[in-house]
């Protein structure tokens, strides 16, 4: 399938996980990529994996989605190379693990600030720069939904993803874009396993209930193509019905 020939996708944290799954099935279906990740050494050393797949050009760009101007410079720097950004995939997010009353604002200022604001950041500026038929597919999560101890700051986060993908529905549809959610469960991820709680035993995953980032990647291409052409402002679970269970 060539569903992204001659489009342009900018996936955040795709330096690993589900950021590098989904950077590599958009290249699959013709995508040039834009790997904004902190650490350009790392994407770097990845994007063999993504030619691999097929994408037909790859630019990676040094991106802490906590700072506007480095969020700005990645969106124009497309821009720049190849005249279009037509998908936004905003990807990275980070986690702490700490009691609510152990919590500090720094804490939670770092959290929000990569998890939310970076989301919101490249909705702007992408807003800003997108020409019609151009999207947005926030990557959230089942603990925007339904929680566990610990995790206050990014339950919070993936929550307002949720409401910031509704409101980038909303003011996008006049200007021709779209915005949705994804809402993945439990994803066969360092970021899965090496959290307190799993190690601990505190929250327990079936085995069954464990996806793969590829899942992920696979709901991205869906709703960033024109196959989701009427679908803006969703919110898609894909978490092997672990939600439905809880």
């Known amino acids: 399938m060539t569903r992204f020939q001659d489009r342009v996708a900018i996936v955040t944290g795709a330096g690993g996980g589900i950021g590098l799954a989904i950077a590599k099935r958009l290249g699959s279906e013709g995508a040039r990529i834009v790997m904004a990740d902190r650490s350009t050494d790392k994407a770097k050393a990845l994007t063999p994996e993504i030619e691999k ?40 997010g980070l986690m702490t693990f700490k009691a609510i009353e152990d919590l500090t604002t720094e804490d939670w200022n770092k959290v929000l600030g990569v998890d939310l604001l970076g989301a919101f950041y490249f909705t702007k500026h992408a807003f800003r720069r997108m020409k019609p038929g151009g999207n947005i597919v926030n990557i959230a999560s089942v603990h925007a939904v339904m929680t566990s101890p610990l995790v206050a700051p990014y339950a919070a986060a993936k929550a307002a993803v949720l409401s910031l993908t509704r409101t980038s529905s909303i003011e996008g549809k006049p200007k021709g874009f779209r915005a949705n959610a994804i809402l993945p469960g439990a994803i066969d991820t360092p970021m899965l396993w090496e959290n307190p709680n799993i190690k601990s035993g505190a929250e327990k995953i079936d085995k069954s209930d464990v996806g793969r980032p590829e899942d992920i990647a696979a709901a991205v291409a869906f709703l960033g193509s024109d196959d989701g052409a009427f679908v803006t402002g969703a919110a898609l679970d894909v978490d092997g019905g672990r939600l439905a269970k809880l």
């Not at 906590?66 to 497309?78: D, H, K, L, N, W």
């Not at 720049?80 to 905003?90: A, H, K, M, Q, T």
């Open 53 to 92: 797949e097929g994408a037909p050009d790859i630019w990676v760009s040094q991106c802490d989605v906590s700072i506007e101007e480095q969020v700005e410079a990645t969106v124009q720097g497309a821009m720049d190379r190849w005249g279009r950004v037509d998908l936004v995939v905003n990807n990275a």
